[in-house]
């Protein structure tokens, strides 16, 4: 930690902040300089119980800046040959792409069934469908709940892919857990810390959607609450970030990709359908994904786009996802990756 | 709603959108402009099973525009005067403006008593304090918890005031009503829609934050459901939205005070602690949310803020808290207000 | 300027950076912390010819961080007690509030003239009307231009009131200098440098607005631009920042206006008009900007907005003006000011 | 346009907004809705004097919604085919990609001449390098302006490179046409309209910024600024835009990439320098913009950037970049186009 004082502090206000500091055991280096000084502060700062920002409120003080970063145990550190996880016959984090796939929302038996044959025929590794849907009005269409998880689960397993399902309820957990292969957070809960603990008690892999406006930072200490509690198979997902721009629905951050590679052991996936929320942008988007070091994507297919109770826009046809697993070969290729 | 048909719809596909239109309950009319036709639909937006924005995925369609809002229990128009929540001696909409302050978080019983014994002699209303406390990181303080509820509660009787405290997990739901008179729903929470469904089951009045990232709209939406599962008791509250600007924890909105008193009949309160981050800015930013017309105030108050576990830096002093309640008094009166 | 070396730097890449540091005629200290070590730099950060950043490049550098903001003649520290300009009959940064009305763009000699007499009864202080109208589309209105002036400077004459008008272009300088007497900097322009400096070279008030996306201490170094030239009558004005809000045109950020009063010495006034987007909140935020210590507002009025050429939505009607500046006169008094 | 009443609007309101609807050369037509009405009004929105937006402030009204986009040279719909502009020997839009590269700022002969040397021997296709630097700070190096150019234009004639730098001021067109080939607008000039005229007045191709806070539909309105004067030749490019993230100096918007080249028919390059500020991050956000189908990269090299006077952290140096013209080859041919 960092202490700027005031240009204009007196040498009592520093001599009390030196104090302060070292009662909460950090040695402090007081360096003069031109204009004002600088108390700088050495210690464990992410294991003392003080992050020691409470001093901008003492008297002479102007800033306090950290100097490290607060994540551990989801630092590239502690793994640097990078973590892959693995969820039945899939894998992910590896030399091979994982592509997750599937509709928005399970709607119907014909319907997830129609998908999964699908996204199955086109290659997918995984198929994902919504049970729980969190959706901003409450007079939406809420998902087909513990009804719609049985028939992801036999949808999956009839061919032969492992599940992905989103959890919104601690009290929905367990239920869950007996259906689905991997638990997705959404963005809406990507700082529900409860939840999140949760399911770092869980066994299951997590898919942890950055949330709307979660800085990086914060989305490392996210999916840090959940390996903090023992659980150590977490999915990083960028889903696009809430900017200024209206013409698309979210902004996707690809930026965040090689970054949470750089800082990160765990593995990194892009969902390009909510992140653009447009179906033409989807498979640029996804090779835009891949080439910036994804280790996977997730997208929405949907038998029927112009049907869907929810997120009809973003959803891909059948055929075009299709054309989008055979694009993804050669640019897979391209980077050094198989798919 | 309105279907914008690209530039080059074919007479087929505009007739395909107004069979699609009109299986979904709503009457069509077509409108052929200079370079497009619009599809306008006339029906129940708020009530139909589609929002008909899935029609984007259907050829021809460029864009669909809903032209009312979604909110109706929320709405200004159940309620032209306004909604007045009681709570206990203390009242939230009328024309005495309500404050509430306390610390950030209860610390101990001393903290809390001290907390409590000064904001009710500098004249607040209320008395806060966070026992469960949603922190970006695992490894900071996260709140005494049922201890602390337990000692927020005894200290609100002892001075006289109805206390507040953040509820985050649903697990926790009875434990929080039997200790507290106003329950509140952070902004991490602000779209947690399993938490606020079951909080629309208490009988308890509802504090609801603002998300970060929460379009006004979205943040009516989250007060609708808890409105819409029987408990009218929604107080909403500004905190500070996230923007580009650092020089601030958060950037206060206070366009949304005017705005959500045009939409809403619900209270509407501001917590300049959290929506600057800076203790130098809570007063004049506390009074110009009064001018701006809110009903009340959510100020953090810590009896040594240099000490405190969490957010020091906008926690402000009891003198100051009491010069500002001071400050307020000419304010309230300059419009129309009491206090 | 602090530089925070990577976890695993080795001696010599510390040493490496002591030696650049110390070519740039900075003093540098090493401190070893736990993990990794930093090198606090003392010098005059402003005035060195580098900032040091390029450092970020240098191997074993993780990270550089400057330490002191970078302005220097708009800081408060340079005159504590404040700027007051006069402009003509009116001054803006003392006690008394200054006023400046009038319509977004003169559409015509009798609009123009209206507009003066209607904010001119209702106690304004200075007539504002846009001859050069940066307009998002070279289809839309661009403004009267040079007969606009004209009519402008005529219409102040007439009844007594200083003009506030915009300029886009170096070219224009001249001129509008014939006929203005404070020259507005629009928000797009914010960081026109060349503009800036040549404006620097004049003696007339700047009436300087922050960009939509200018952070207050880059906004800081903007009004640095025009003092560096010379000019020392610098008017910072908040208009509304973009957010991710849609509700509003823009993100009024009165935040801005009690950290500027701290940070600078400069009058602070706030444009709602701009700010809201929208007519209804134009005066309970302008309320609010002065509650928040504002020095004025800059408040469009047009004698018929429904008519207007550009921004109807956000233009007051005479009547409405003058309650707004009813309103003022006890909210100011509240906060020992007056109109 | 579609003119949206409020719920309670009377009919007589309505009928005075089909007057003033139709007094401006539109049709109207009223659509009874079952909670409100609205005005679908028929018209070129493009070509009329008026948006209709100033309906806002008329009584009864509740939104006015623009049905189309505004921009018209800039639509693809004027060229399906895209456009492709010659610049030289090289040629940005068609199949084959356009490389940019070169230092953020012209320092030195010895520095240009390295940095053409360098880039040239990479493969790249023009060279790059500003000698008018719009810099945050007054203080700051600000450019060897006309010096500047002379060395540019020497270094990319005798590499046999185009060159491509900035202008800030329109004072500069006739200096920067005479010694470049391409004229780049920064984002900080992105709604700088005076200059985007003058520019539409030159015959040389200008490679026109996003701005930070540009929506996309701004950016197209900016580059049909350009092109109605007369210029046909706009190179789009994306460079990052503002957020809430601090993790990266921008936010690389690569939605833009795909969208823009639905939207419109002009070549889009993308800028990974500034859209990440972080070197390490240059490379794969570069594959990934060809991947979204950018046309072209804009990539700063810098001999030796420990050193830079701008920028350091994000210019590439030699050898990286070098590498990073091998890693897009086997990138540009698995999506069909050549380097």
Redesign the interface.
């Known amino acids: 930690m960092?202490v700027?004082m005031k240009?204009h502090a007196t040498e009592e206000e520093i001599q009390a902040v030196v104090r302060?500091v070292e009662d909460l055991d950090y040695k402090a280096?007081v360096?003069?300089?031109?204009?004002?000084s600088?108390v700088?502060c050495?210690?464990?700062e992410?294991?003392a119980?003080?992050?020691l920002?409470?001093?901008?409120?003492?008297a002479g003080v102007e800033r306090v800046?950290p100097?490290?970063k607060?994540f551990?145990l989801a630092s590239r550190?502690v793994r640097p040959e990078g973590s892959t996880i693995r969820i039945g016959n899939a894998e992910i984090g590896g030399k091979r792409l994982a592509v997750i796939a599937g509709p928005c929302a399970i709607e119907s038996e014909a319907q997830i069934e129609a998908a999964a044959d699908a996204v199955k025929a086109a290659g997918a590794h995984m198929l994902r469908g919504g049970a729980f849907k969190?959706?901003?009005?409450?007079?939406?269409?809420q998902g087909m709940e513990g009804e719609g998880l049985v028939l992801l689960e036999k949808a999956g397993r009839r061919v032969g892919l492992p599940v992905v399902t989103e959890i919104?309820?601690?009290?929905d957990i367990d239920l869950v857990v007996e259906h689905a292969d991997v638990l997705q957070v959404g963005a809406?809960?990507a700082?529900?810390?409860?939840l999140l603990?949760r399911l770092g008690r869980t066994n299951k892999p997590i898919l942890l959607k950055r949330?709307?406006?979660t800085?990086?930072?914060?989305f490392m200490?996210a999916a840090?609450?959940i390996l903090?509690e023992g659980n150590p198979n977490v999915i990083l997902c960028e889903r696009g970030?809430?900017?200024?721009?209206?013409?698309?629905r979210n902004?996707?951050?690809?930026?965040a990709?090689?970054?949470l590679k750089?800082w990160s052991h765990l593995p990194v996936v892009v969902d390009p359908s909510h992140?653009?929320g447009?179906?033409?942008?989807v498979a640029?988007?996804a090779?835009?994904?891949?080439?910036?070091?994804a280790d996977g994507l997730l997208i929405e297919v949907h038998p029927k786009?112009?049907?869907?109770?929810?997120?009809?826009?973003q959803?891909l046809k059948p055929a075009r996802f299709a054309n989008l697993m055979k694009?993804l070969k050669?640019?897979a290729?391209?980077?050094g990756r198989t798919i």
């Open positions: 960092i700027v240009a302060m280096h360096i003069s300089g031109i204009e004002r600088v700088a050495v210690g464990d992410r294991g119980k003080h992050q920002t409470h001093l901008e409120s003492v800046m100097v490290v607060s551990k550190e969190p959706r901003t009005s409450p007079y939406s269409f919104m309820d601690p009290h809406r809960n700082q529900n810390f409860s603990r949330g709307m406006s800085k990086l930072e914060e200490m840090e609450y903090s970030i809430r900017t200024f721009e209206t013409a698309t902004t996707l951050d690809l930026n990709v090689p970054l750089e992140g653009t447009i179906y033409s942008l640029p988007m090779l835009a994904a891949i080439a910036a070091g786009p112009e049907s869907a109770l929810s997120d009809g826009p959803q694009a050669p640019l290729e391209a980077v």
